[in-house]
């Protein structure tokens, strides 16, 4: 039984933040440590709400961050899907782990689908091929992760989202 | 089990997408449409920059300002005294172009534009800047700084418009040495350090390091004899076929925030074609080996300047272009 939906804009605006949070300029070296943020709220949303925010929402934030990144429209909505598959045959264990062992499973996760992406990526052309860099960027998710669980935990129970 | 049937149908959903964008022009438009929704979080993303400016124009010591506006009245009169030279010598080129029956492809007119964001995707080398299709921006458009070219616009939507930065791999930039005139391409190079790599540039090639390379105007999208480059290191490896030469580009890519957009002016625009039309009309004229026939009465009328009613039969024949006639002038003057 579903209930009544309640303190949408909550998530929303925790999407809104982590969109701002990843076009916010850095500078060159910064480039590559930039954690996921968009994922890392995706990731937080599915394991806390799955019967509100599915395949279905995490396709929508990848077209929007299509958009908003100028690249091919479908990529990110691509592998946002698969995120959201694998997050949600895994939540009800995950939620059970401890933050340094769900630290774990974020990096696996996002890693995984940066790999995805950056691959598709490659294939069409929509960036240079250069190096695995860019997996900093899912090192960096893993280590904000207990942070942002905790701050997005507050915010879901001060806000009574479900 | 239902949700591995809607992630086959939205993974199918991806790619159809992906697919379609790749391969025809409808996805364009609903882009375009939805940038309106993208732009606020683009203006707020940079909100931090602008408070940051406003803070170093608000907070700034009177002294400072003076000592800044007597730098820029010195770069003032420094610029106008050369910009004087500039007048003289672009009167003397259009003069010797007109001898010469070329195009005339001086271009003038920019507009100005701010750069607001940088792509996030570190394999590419992208800028957004706050100019869009509301300002005229056209697809193609060239970029520059105040040093050199920076880039061409890619991606036009309505008050942004996505920059593809010289620097990126997947950019190449038709260039010249401004020293002799050899021409290559400059391609953006691979890995971290942003820079530019000559391709396929012959071990012979006299290209040295610290030549300026400017835009040639061969691909018909950056406006010519722009600076792009300068040569920063050769390496002659005798296992390559090629030469390899690094450049570094001239443009602030990463430090700048006020950039320009060349409009492209009807005449340039029109330019490159009615030169063709020009000579097809010729062929109809004259014959097809024009270059004697069209460079003649230029040399008829240097000659009487120069060297008064010597070798005026042979000189025809002797000098195809007004270049070697100038040649034969200093000789006259030795």
């Known amino acids: 039984m579903i209930p009544k939906a309640n303190g949408i804009w909550v998530i929303l605006l925790s999407f809104l933040v982590a969109y701002l949070l990843a076009i916010v300029p850095v500078p060159e070296w910064a480039m590559h440590y930039r954690p996921q943020w968009v994922m890392l709220v995706l990731i937080y949303w599915i394991m806390a709400l799955p019967y509100r925010v599915g395949i279905g929402s995490a396709w929508m934030a990848g077209i929007f961050t299509d958009i908003l990144e100028g690249s091919m429209l479908g990529i990110q909505a691509f592998t946002f899907a698969i995120l959201a598959y694998i997050t949600l045959s895994l939540h009800q264990r995950v939620r059970l782990f401890s933050s340094w062992q769900q630290s774990g499973i974020i990096l696996a996760l996002v890693g995984l689908v940066m790999t995805a992406t950056y691959w598709i990526k490659v294939i069409t052309g929509e960036t240079a091929q250069d190096g695995m860099l860019f997996l900093m960027g899912a090192l960096s998710s893993a280590f904000v992760w207990p942070w942002l669980f905790l701050l997005l935990r507050q915010l879901r129970r001060g806000f009574d989202v479900h | ?334």
Do not use: C
């Open chain 2, 1 to 334: 089990m239902s949700l591995e049937y809607r992630l086959v149908a939205f993974l199918a959903l991806a790619m159809s997408l992906m697919y379609t964008d790749n391969r025809y022009e409808y996805l364009d438009r609903v882009r375009f449409s939805v940038a309106y929704l993208t732009t606020p979080v683009y203006w707020l993303a940079d909100i931090p920059t602008r408070v940051s400016f406003w803070i170093d124009d608000v907070f700034v010591s009177q002294r400072d300002l003076i000592e800044e506006n007597t730098q820029l009245r010195q770069q003032l009169l420094f610029a106008q005294r050369e910009l004087q030279l500039l007048a003289g010598l672009a009167s003397e080129n259009s003069r010797l172009r007109e001898l010469q029956e070329a195009s005339q492809a001086v271009q003038g007119r920019v507009m100005t534009a701010e750069i607001i964001n940088v792509s996030n995707d570190p394999g590419s080398r992208r800028v957004l800047i706050n100019r869009g299709a509301h300002n005229g921006v056209l697809e193609g458009q060239a970029m520059l700084d105040a040093h050199g070219l920076m880039g061409q616009v890619e991606e036009v939507l309505p008050f942004t418009s996505w920059v593809l930065l010289i620097t990126d791999s997947r950019h190449g930039t038709p260039v010249q040495v401004n020293r002799n005139g050899e021409r290559t391409i400059a391609r953006g190079s691979r890995g971290d350090a942003p820079g530019l790599e000559l391709e396929f540039v012959p071990d012979t090639a006299d290209i040295s390091v610290g030549d300026l390379l400017v835009s040639s105007g061969l691909g018909q999208r950056f406006p010519k004899d722009y600076p792009v480059a300068e040569v920063t290191s050769i390496v002659h490896d005798p296992g390559q076929p090629f030469a390899q030469i690094r450049a570094r580009p001239l443009a602030q890519m990463d430090r700048t925030r006020h950039v320009m957009l060349v409009i492209p002016d009807n005449e340039a625009i029109v330019g490159v074609p009615m030169m063709f039309d020009a000579t097809t009309d010729v062929v109809e004229d004259t014959p097809v080996t024009n270059v004697p026939e069209g460079a003649s009465p230029a040399v008829e009328e240097l000659q009487p300047e120069s060297q008064p009613g010597s070798q005026t039969e042979a000189a025809p024949a002797l000098n195809p272009a007004p270049g070697s006639a100038a040649q034969d002038a200093a000789g006259g003057i030795e």
